[in-house]
Structures are given as C-alpha cells and as structure tokens.
C-alpha cells in the first residue's frame, strides 16, 4: 500500500507526457492564441513560448477552414519552409481546442523524390520500348535492347540467349565493355541449363544473383566454373517468353483459341568486376524489355506471315494483272473486230440504254441521217429522231424496255429525201446477276426494195387472177354442163377425166379467189364492218358451214358454248374459223373430233374507258398429225404449208391461213399455233371482247 502512495498522480503523468511529447501539442482558446504549449511546438515554430502565448496562431501559418486535419507551409526566417501535418480538436473542453503539429517535411520531400525516380524510370523504359518498337526488323530490335540495357545498368555484358528445341542454346546477340571477352555466337554447354531451369524459366522465374559464389545461391558447380571462365561475378537473367495462339479440333469442332507462353530465351546482364546487388528497379526493367521482346517476337512472325502471304498475294494479283491486261487486249480486239464488222454492214445497228441514250451506233447512222456516231453518243433517241416521231415510236420502246422483242415496220424520210420502208427490231438487254432490263439493241433494216418487189409481185398476181377468172367461170361451168350428160354420154374413162378437170378446175378457181381476197384485205380495200357478236354464234355458224365436209371425212365437230360477246367483223371471222376448220378436217384421221372454242384472256384483262381492251381467244384443236415447231410461224406466210404434198392431195392453195392472219390483224388481234403433246394442232386468234 506504501508502494501505491508513493505514484505519482495522473496530473502529474499527463504533464510529463505534454512536456517531453515529440508531437508539437497546443491549447488555444476560441481566437486560436495558445494558453499553452509544450516545447516541441516552440522548436517547430522556432519560436519562445512566450513569443507565442496570447498571439493568434495564424500569425505563423494560415488556418485551415473547418478542416480537423490538414496539410499547411510554414514559412522559416531563412527562407525555407515546412510541411505541417495540422490536427485539431475543437472543444476538448468548453471554449478550448487542442492542436496537434507534425513536421512532415522529409516524408513528403522522400515521396516526391520516389515518385521523380519513378517518373525517369517511366521516361527510360518508354525510351527503350519506343526504339525497340521503331523497327520492324527483329535483329534490330534486339540489338537495340541488349545496347540499351546495357547503358542503363551500366551492366559490363547483357546479352540475349535463345534457348533450342533441343535444349541447348547460344547467345545471339550480346553488348559488351572491351574490357571483357564477348560470348556472342558460344553455345552453351546443355549441364549449365538443365532441364529444370528451363521449366522455372517457362513458368516466369527471374533470377537476381548479387554474388555467384556466395554458398546461399546454391549454383551447381558446372555453372561456377562456367561463370569464372567468362569473368562473371553477379547476374540478372529475365526469360524471354512467346506468347503463341493455338487451337484445339474435336472432330468437326474446333474449340477457341486459346494462349500458351513458349520460352524463346533469355535477357541476361553480367556484372564481372565484382558482386553487384540488383535493385527492384533493375528487375523490374528487365522485366518489362523481356516482356516487349517477346511481343516484339510475336509481332515479327505476324510480320513474316504476312510477308509471305504479301508475296503469295502479290504473285497471284501479277499474274491476276498479266490475265486481266489480255483480256481486256482481246476485249479490245474483239471489240474494234465487231465495230468494223457492223460499219460494213447496211443496216443501222445501236445500243440504248434504259434512260433511252444511245451508246453505240455503227456509221450507217451517217450515211442513213447525216449523223457520225461520235454525234449520237449519249444523245436521247427523241433528241436524235425528232419529237414526232419519237411519239410515233415511243410505244415499241417500252416494250422493249419491259423485256420483250419487238418487231414494226416503218416508212421514213432519210438523208436522201426519199421515204423508205425500214424494218425495225428492238432486242431487250437483260443484266444475268439482277434480272432487270438495262437496255435494248436497235437493229434497222431498209426493206424498200422488197417491199417493192411485193408490189410488183401482188399487182402482177392480181392482175392475173381478174385475167384467170373470166375463162375459168366459163370453163368450171362448160365442165359442170358435160358432167350432166346433156351433151352426151362419155365411157367410165371419159366420165373420170372429166371429174379430174372439174375438181383441179374448181381448186384454180379457189386460188385465184382466194389470191384476190388476201390482195384486197392487204391493200385496205376491204372496210371491215365491225359489231358486237356473240362468240358461240360465229362457232355455231363456222362448225354448220363446215358440217358436209367433216361427214365426208368421218370427223366429229364439237362447239362449246359461251356467253362471250366479242367486236369484229361477222362475216370476215366466219371465214377465218371455216379455212381453220377446214384445215382440221382435212388433216384429221377418221372418227376423230375437231374442237371450237373461247375463253377470257384473264392474264391480259385490264379495265379501262374502252370497252373493248380485254381479249378472247378462240381455238380450234385437232388430232391430226401436228406442225413441226420449226414451221408453226412460217404457216401464216402465203404459200406456206407443212408439206406441199400432203396439201396438194387435200387441195389446199397455201392461202388460208395467210388470210386468216391477215383478218385477225386487221382487227387488232393475234393468230398463232401449238403442237399438242399427245398429238394434233391447236390454232389459236384473239378477238377485242366486248365488256357489257
């Protein structure tokens, strides 16, 4: 108990404590003047404690604003200043607050020297990195880098080893003092890397050795021995590793990428003149050049790849280039070889594409119009031809534009002042990768003379025909007098001549009438005398006139009935369907049928303020023996038939269905024919429709 009396007490414990505090401790009232102070704020501030009791604080150094702690600079007579760690404790009791001053000065003075260390450490390594990185050639890049480290360590040798598949290896590239024996191009004895330091070197291992024999290194004798021939008393080695992308197949399946490291060798950095302890800034610039070495390494492979696939790709666009170049001369030829081929020729023959501009037209345009092709090159056709007769024309040209060939005849005035007749076809461009028309080819025709010699040949076959009637009225009708026997009776011999001049007579007479027609019809003679007429009546009245003929040849006539009213002549259809029926008896078998009939053209029906755009089709379909295909056009022609024989012995002119086109024409429509596949004909003519 006389022990415990003899303490001292907690006042005095505290005052000790506030005294001999190396932290500068002050108590200050609300104005902040101290009242009192211990003496490590009087050596801080250089200051008596009477100097700074009752005197503002602020009188040494600015007060931080309602900050508990803070930094602040004080100011020294001798022109130097101070870092000041500021704490405060407002109201540690009522009215009084405690401050506690640290000088921070040499802390704050260490870090910013640190930091300028780590800053030219930045400086240096970007340095390196930026020239290693300016090549793209890899010996120079690793010169550089053993060069460079070596000037920054001041190391006496740095040199790169690459490390063998078989597990030796030898250094490649190296820097070194004079004073010292160069290992460039020495291999390596394979004990002094074994197998294990090239697996820890794999995995990342950097080996930092300040002194080769000191005993706690634990190096293999060998590699001693090995260090003592080249000089060596301390060394620093970084592996060098690869990175590579290699892929895994399951299969079918190729799995994704994945990396792997491949030790590709070692930046190593001798020291020989004596024991050198490496600094962690020393090991970790090692570190980071191994590592852009190694990029650098990856980056020249991709370099080589390319290199090589440059090359490959180079090749194949030369020989690309050399095919394409005489391509383009046989274009070239082939091209002036067509152009000199359709200058020669006397027809107009140009191309137009689909905003209706000409892009080529051989020289006939000169000598036809007065134009050179150099003229009408990217010249609209109405520009070219005129706005009337563009207007003329300008139908032919949409369809040829929609995708289909058009063919019109046309008379026109040239540059010889005179009219002539042109035939001209419009032949649609139709691009194989879109499927769109991107233009035509015009191909023109002077048809004059022929259209001259037809003349010639229609008045000198009408001409004779009005010459071949007269006598052959009179001879029909003398023959038909002696077959009734009122002149006399002839033998069974006479009797079968004169049946045979009668049948050939009455054929000459169905010749020339039907000559005569066919020119009228064609010279426009004829006025056709257009009504409204029921279809099934033209079939019914066809089929009724036809009917003593199909029984003679065994034949079957069918009319299917329809409420169809078409616009046409009556008479001039009727004979249309009587020469087609006519032809289907005759080149029907017996007890076969011969169909009529009409139906809506739907795919062609379009309602507009004539009654009479929609179209009807008639057919007439036989079982006869059928039309090449090679003839199903040529039959419309005059004197025109599928075999000349066969028509002689049914007694066909090769006038029918010449007349038959004709007709049809005439009143806007179409005629045309079909091979069945089971065998016969069908002949089809679109008739106007007459919309109730």
Same mark, same amino acid.
């Given at each position: 108990m006389?022990?415990?009396?003899?303490?001292?007490?907690?006042?005095?414990?505290?005052? @000790?404590?506030?005294?001999?505090?190396?932290?500068?401790?002050?108590? +200050?009232?609300?104005?902040?003047?101290?009242?009192?102070?211990?003496?490590?704020?009087?050596?801080?501030l250089g200051a008596s404690k009477k100097q700074l009791l009752g005197n503002s604080i602020a009188d040494w150094f600015d007060l931080p604003l309602n900050e508990e702690i803070a930094e602040v600079r004080?100011?020294?007579?001798?022109?130097?200043?101070? &870092?000041?760690?500021?704490?405060?404790? %407002?109201?540690?009791?009522?009215?009084?607050?405690?401050?506690?001053?640290?000088?921070?000065?040499?802390?704050?003075?260490?870090?910013?020297?640190?930091?300028? =260390?780590?800053?030219?450490?930045v400086e240096l390594f970007a340095e390196v990195t930026l020239k290693i990185r300016q090549s793209l050639q890899l010996e120079?890049?690793?010169?550089?880098?053993?060069?460079?480290?070596?000037?920054?360590? #001041?190391?006496?040798?740095?040199?790169?080893?690459?490390?063998?598949?078989?597990? $030796?290896?030898?250094?490649?590239?190296?820097? +070194?003092?004079?004073?010292?024996?160069?290992?460039?191009?020495?291999?390596?004895?394979?004990?002094?890397?074994?197998?294990?330091? =090239?697996?820890?070197?794999?995995?990342?291992?950097?080996?930092?050795?300040?002194?080769?024999?000191?005993?706690?290194?634990?190096l293999a004798e060998c590699l001693i021995d090995f260090m003592d021939e080249w000089m060596v008393k301390a060394k620093l080695v970084v592996p060098i590793l690869q990175n590579l992308k290699?892929?895994?197949?399951?299969?079918?399946?190729?799995?994704?990428?994945?990396?792997?490291?491949?030790?590709?060798?070692?930046?190593?950095?001798?020291?020989? #003149?004596?024991?050198?302890?490496? &600094?962690?800034?020393?090991?970790?610039?090692?570190?980071?050049? @191994?590592n852009q070495i190694g990029i650098a390494l990856s980056q020249a492979e991709l370099l080589e790849n390319l290199e090589g696939l440059v090359a490959e790709r180079t090749t194949k666009l030369r020989e690309e280039i050399g095919e394409r170049i005489k391509a383009e001369a046989a274009a070239r030829r082939s091209e002036e070889q067509l152009r000199l081929i359709a200058n020669g020729l006397p027809v107009l023959i140009a191309y137009v594409d689909r905003q209706q501009h000409y892009r080529f037209n051989n020289e006939a345009y000169q000598i036809w119009l007065g134009l050179s092709p150099d003229e009408i090159f990217d010249s609209h056709l109405q520009q070219v031809h005129g706005e009337a007769e563009y207007r003329q024309i300008q139908r032919y040209i949409e369809i040829a534009l929609a995708g289909q060939t058009v063919n019109y005849e046309r008379d026109v005035i040239l540059l010889d002042g005179c009219v002539h007749a042109l035939s001209i076809t419009y032949i649609p461009h139709i691009d194989k990768n879109s499927a769109k028309v991107i233009g035509f080819f015009?191909?023109?025709?002077?048809?004059?003379?022929?259209?001259?010699?037809?003349?010639?040949?229609d008045e000198f076959i009408a001409v004779v025909s009005h010459e071949l009637r007269t006598p052959l009225t009179s001879i029909h009708s003398s023959l038909k007098i002696?077959? &009734?026997?009122?002149?006399?009776?002839?033998?069974?011999?006479?009797?079968?001549?004169?049946?045979?001049?009668?049948?050939?007579?009455?054929?000459?007479?169905?010749?020339?009438?039907?000559?005569? %027609?066919?020119?009228?019809?064609q010279s426009g003679k004829v006025k056709m005398n257009k009504k409204a007429c029921?279809? $099934?009546?033209?079939?019914?009245?066809?089929?009724? $006139?036809?009917?003593?003929?199909? #029984?003679?040849?065994?034949?079957?006539?069918?009319?299917?009935?329809?409420?169809?009213?078409?616009?046409?002549?009556?008479?001039?259809?009727?004979?249309?369907? &009587?020469?087609?029926?006519?032809?289907?008896?005759?080149?029907?078998?017996?007890?076969?049928?011969?169909?009529?009939?009409?139906?809506? %053209?739907?795919?062609?029906?379009? =309602?507009? =303020?004539?009654?009479? $755009?929609?179209?009807?089709?008639?057919?007439?379909? %036989?079982?006869?023996?059928?039309?090449p295909g090679d003839r199903l056009e040529t039959i419309f022609e005059r004197f025109q038939q599928v075999d000349s024989s066969d028509s002689r012995k049914k007694g066909g002119t090769g006038l029918g269905l010449a007349i038959c086109r004709q007709i049809v024409e005439g009143h806007g429509g179409r005629i045309w024919a079909e091979s069945c596949l089971e065998g016969g004909s069908t002949f089809y003519f679109t008739l106007p429709e007459l919309i109730q």
């Open positions: 006389e022990e415990v009396n003899h303490l001292p007490s907690k006042q005095l414990l505290l005052q @000790a404590v506030f005294e001999n505090s190396l932290e500068a401790i002050a108590i +200050v009232d609300g104005r902040d003047r101290p009242i009192e102070v211990n003496p490590a704020v009087c050596k801080l004080l100011q020294q007579t001798d022109g130097t200043s101070k &870092t000041i760690e500021y704490s405060r404790v %407002d109201n540690l009791i009522p009215n009084y607050h405690l401050l506690i001053l640290r000088d921070i000065s040499n802390v704050r003075r260490a870090a910013a020297e640190e930091l300028n =260390r780590e800053h030219q450490r120079e890049i690793l010169q550089t880098a053993v060069t460079e480290v070596q000037s920054i360590l #001041q190391a006496d040798r740095v040199l790169i080893y690459q490390v063998f598949a078989n597990g $030796t290896g030898m250094a490649i590239k190296e820097a +070194v003092l004079s004073d010292f024996a160069p290992i460039l191009g020495v291999k390596f004895p394979e004990e002094v890397f074994p197998d294990e330091y =090239r697996e820890l070197y794999t995995k990342g291992r950097v080996k930092a050795i300040a002194d080769v024999r000191d005993p706690k290194v634990d290699s892929s895994e197949t399951n299969g079918d399946c190729q799995a994704p990428k994945r990396s792997r490291d491949r030790l590709w060798g070692l930046l190593i950095a001798h020291h020989c #003149q004596a024991p050198r302890s490496w &600094t962690d800034f020393e090991l970790e610039l090692m570190e980071q050049l @191994a015009a191909l023109t025709s002077d048809i004059s003379d022929r259209k001259a010699i037809e003349r010639m040949k002696l077959a &009734t026997g009122k002149l006399g009776n002839l033998s069974s011999k006479g009797q079968r001549m004169l049946q045979i001049a009668d049948e050939q007579t009455e054929r000459l007479v169905r010749l020339v009438n039907n000559v005569l %027609d066919l020119q009228r019809i029921k279809a $099934t009546s033209l079939m019914i009245e066809a089929a009724q $006139t036809m009917q003593a003929m199909a #029984q003679e040849h065994q034949v079957k006539l069918l009319v299917e009935p329809v409420q169809l009213l078409v616009w046409a002549d009556y008479d001039y259809i009727v004979q249309t369907l &009587t020469n087609l029926v006519s032809n289907a008896i005759k080149f029907s078998p017996p007890h076969s049928t011969v169909w009529l009939s009409a139906t809506n %053209d739907k795919r062609k029906h379009q =309602r507009s =303020r004539e009654k009479t $755009t929609a179209k009807v089709i008639f057919a007439v379909k %036989d079982r006869g023996q059928g039309i």
